[in-house]
């Protein structure tokens, strides 16, 4: 029965099958390349169906650059605010460090539901190989680099109503925030609200093809970046919901950060209106110990550009208190 | 003989991998998830450091008063001694709730259905994803030592999932556990 059968994965997949148990093709296939990703793997050449996008607002990856890469098979369903992704919906982020192709992260969701998986790859850079679920405390060409684990993929995506972040109105706005930090210039071909909704990609999508965030400049980016690198777990129907900070959406931020106490800094604030200092959301974005630093996935390295941003805006926060007494 | 031994062998491991293993054997009594949940709480040793220690006439015992409720709030604990450097890395308090080492302060937590300071308004995915991701809410700070994460995490979802119906049924204690305190920095550090 398992001549020729030598490795315990095949064993595994026979003595399966013996029992009427065949799991059938796995979800995450062993190579990068065996995700259809490539239409040439030996060239990198994406294959034209796997379509770039470039969120405006994007993740701060310790100065990682990413490219990301969407297949949808039908149209999504856009009809509520969390957009509904159609089963076999493929998403791929691949991360660079130095230049180099670090690990290209994947996620695609099968009729049983999302799947998760990284492929770390190789020191010549021709292919990605699955990494163990467990991640690895590096990355063979960029040894300061972790790769997380299917839990942390999980810990991220699997919060709110939609597990692909990075793709929705405000991050695919034709209107770009030129301030939000490390803005990429989108890829050629990158897909937008305008192109999906000409494309009828965007089934019941009735709002606008440029939505953006009102206020100053300074309001405007910070409020992105908070959305993007926060509103992930500090959402309203999220994990740490309790937290009562909500900051998914510019007029939740305002509502559940500023001026409200914290029970991490207490007596202090989440924001200090003009007190970036006594600020408690600007010290740990700040903090480098894993107990206080913010987010606590996928980062340690302070985002000072943002930092910075952050700064200003509470700053700012003091002007606009003050013209709002005068009124 | 090597062909006898070599199909009793793959014979085994057929019947061994068909078996279906959540089916109790025959005659045995299936113990309810509360009930599973209980021996795995017992023998993973949750009690040994989130029911805290007391002083009794055979010397230090969990205090089932308080089982399960974490590093008592009423136990304000002094500042950890600073070790000299050698091998010695840890002291932990008398009640075995509060320790002291190079990832800070901290203090067991209180597993029980209390809504406010326990479990209570936990989900059991947000557990299973806890002890998973080795996060708090699956999502937050690392879970720090001397909890075994790494080693729970190995139970099957079934098992976490009785674990965690066993932890919801034991009686709700009020105890706000304080939170961990990082290493010197102090709780925020800032530029």
New interface residues.
Partial sequence: ??GGVKSPTAI?AV??A??GNDPGPPDVPPTLGETGLYADVATRTVAPEMRPFTPQYPLWSDGAAKQRWIYLPEPIDASRADWQFPVHTRVWKELSVGGRRVETRYMVRTPAGWRYATYVWNADGTEAALAPREGLASAEVAPAHRIP?E??C???HA?GATPVLGFAALQLSIDRDPDAPHAERPAPGSLDLASLLATGELAGYTGSIAPRIAGSPVERAALGYLHANCGG?HRAD???A?VGLDLTDPAAARRTAIGRPSD??APKLRVAPGAP?DS?L???M???????RMP??GTRV?DDAA?HLIASWIDQLADNQHLETRR | MKTTTLMFA?FA??TA??ADKSQPTAGAHAPSPVERGKLLAETSGCHDCHTPLAMGPNGPAPDMTRALSGHPAALAMPPAPELPPGPWLVTVGATNTAWSGP??VSFTSNLTPDPETGLG?WKQQ?FI?TI????H??????L?PPMPAAGIAKMSDDDLSALFAYLQSVPAIKNKVP?????K?G?????
Avoid: Y
């Fill in positions: 029965m398992l595994a003595l399966a013996a029992c684990s839990g942390e999980r810990a991220c919060n777990c999220g994990p740490v309790a991490f800094g200092a408690v600007l010290a740990r700040r903090a480098l110990d894993p107990l206080s606590p996935l302070v930092t | 793959l491991l057929h991998a068909c990832w800070g308004t947000q994803d998973r991701n080795g996060r809410l699956g999502v937050g700070r690392p720090l939170a961990p305190i990082p290493p920095a709780p925020v550090a800032s530029k």
